[in-house]
């Protein structure tokens, strides 16, 4: 079954918006405070930087060519990088807010 239209613009515009709430994230989070980092803080970043390149990844994934005509193979890796992505970002968000 082919994927609907629009599809690979929303998936794309979705890893951007993703990626951009997670850098707002890192910005309030703190990032560049000095002092020493606790391993929660390792984790945070971690999951951060996982989530970041899944989702920086997305857009190329989704408009890379294929080799048949309608073969959505490329989209659906893409969807799964896209939630590997948010779920790194999210489990950033809640380590930081827990510990």
Known sequence: ???PQGSVPAL???SAT???LGIIFLGYWGLQEGGEWMLADRFVAGFAIIGFA????V???ATSPVVVEG????????RRMFLV???GVW???VVSVVF
């Open 91 to 93: 489990a950033a968000i």
């Open 54 to 57: 899944f989702l920086g990844l």
């Open 71 to 78: 073969n959505d193979s490329k989209v659906r890796l893409a």
């Open 85 to 87: 992505g948010v779920i």
């Open 1 to 3: 079954m082919p994927m």
């Open 12 to 14: 794309c515009a979705a």
């Open 59 to 61: 857009p190329w994934v």
């Open 18 to 20: 993703m990626f951009s």
